[in-house]
C-alpha cells in the first residue's frame, strides 16, 4: 500500500469514526430527553391491556445496585421504577429494561422475585 492510498484510509477512518460519535452522542441526547412514563403508559396498554397500576419511571444511577432497573413499591401501594442510566444506553435497552419492570409491577406478590409468574410476564411481551 503507497502513502497516498495509507493516508486517505487513515482519513476515512477517522471522519467515520467521528460520524459515529456524533450520532452516537445525539442517540444519547434524545433518549436521556425521552418521556419514560409514556414509555410505561405505553407498554401498560399493548402489553398488559392496561392493568397495570400506574408507577412513576426516571433515570437513575444504579451502579451501586449493579441494576439495569429497579421497581419500588412504597407504603402508600404506588409503584416507582428507576432506569440505570449508564447501562441503559440505547432505546431498545431501555424499553427492554422498563418491560422487565413492568413485569416486577404485575407480579409484585410473587417469591421469589423473578420466580414462574414473572418468567411467563417476560415471555408473553412482545419485543
Known amino acids: 500500500m503507497n502513502k497516498n492510498t495509507r493516508d486517505i484510509l487513515i482519513s476515512l477512518i477517522a471522519l467515520a469514526v467521528i460520524i459515529f460519535g456524533i450520532r452516537y452522542a445525539i442517540m444519547r441526547e434524545r433518549l436521556s430527553r425521552a418521556d419514560l412514563h409514556a414509555w410505561y403508559q405505553q407498554e401498560n396498554?399493548?402489553?398488559f391491556a392496561g392493568s397495570l397500576q400506574d408507577a412513576s419511571v426516571e433515570w437513575g444511577d444504579l451502579r451501586e445496585e449493579s441494576a439495569e432497573g429497579i421497581t419500588y413499591r412504597y407504603a402508600d401501594d404506588s409503584f416507582a421504577i428507576v432506569l440505570d442510566r449508564s447501562t441503559n444506553t440505547?432505546?431498545?435497552?431501555?424499553?427492554?429494561?422498563?418491560?422487565?419492570e413492568a413485569c416486577h409491577v404485575a407480579t409484585w406478590e410473587e417469591e421469589p422475585v423473578h420466580?414462574?409468574?414473572?418468567?411467563?410476564?417476560?415471555?408473553?411481551?412482545?419485543?
Not at 440505547?90 to 422487565?100: I, K, P, Q, Y
Not at 420466580?115 to 419485543?127: E, H, I
Open 90 to 100: 440505547s432505546e431498545s435497552e431501555a424499553r427492554d429494561t422498563l418491560r422487565h
Open 45 to 47: 396498554e399493548t402489553e
Open 115 to 127: 420466580g414462574p409468574k414473572f418468567r411467563a410476564c417476560m415471555s408473553q411481551r412482545t419485543d
